[in-house]
C-alpha cells in the first residue's frame, strides 16, 4: 500500500505533470516489476492511495523516488483476507 501527499509548492505542477503521462510513459516506469491493483486520489487534500503487488521491493523504491522531489511517500507491506487468514492459522 502506498500513501502520497504531494508538497504544497508542487500541487499543481504535479498534478498537470501527471495529468499529461501517457499510459506507455506511465508503465515505463514499472511495468514489468510492479502491478498497479487501483489508485485513489483525493485532489483536494492531494494525497492518495495506491495498492500494488510486486516481488521486487527495489521497484517500489525506485519507483517512489522518481516522484519524492514533489511527493512524500510511504509504502506498507499489507495483506488480503486469504493471506491474513493463512498467518493466522500458522500462528501455533
Do not use: C
Amino acid at each position: 500500500m502506498i500513501n502520497w501527499r504531494i508538497h504544497d509548492e508542487s500541487r499543481h505542477n504535479a498534478l498537470k505533470t501527471f495529468s499529461q503521462l501517457t499510459l506507455q510513459e506511465e508503465l515505463g516506469d514499472y511495468a514489468d516489476k510492479i502491478k498497479v491493483i487501483g489508485r485513489w486520489h483525493d485532489l483536494v487534500g492531494f494525497t492518495g492511495v495506491a495498492i500494488v503487488e510486486t516481488e521486487d521491493i527495489n521497484a517500489i523504491n525506485n519507483w517512489l523516488l522518481k516522484w519524492n522531489h514533489i511527493v512524500d511517500a510511504s509504502a506498507t507491506p499489507v495483506l488480503d483476507d486469504e493471506e491474513t487468514r493463512e498467518t493466522g492459522r500458522a500462528i501455533g
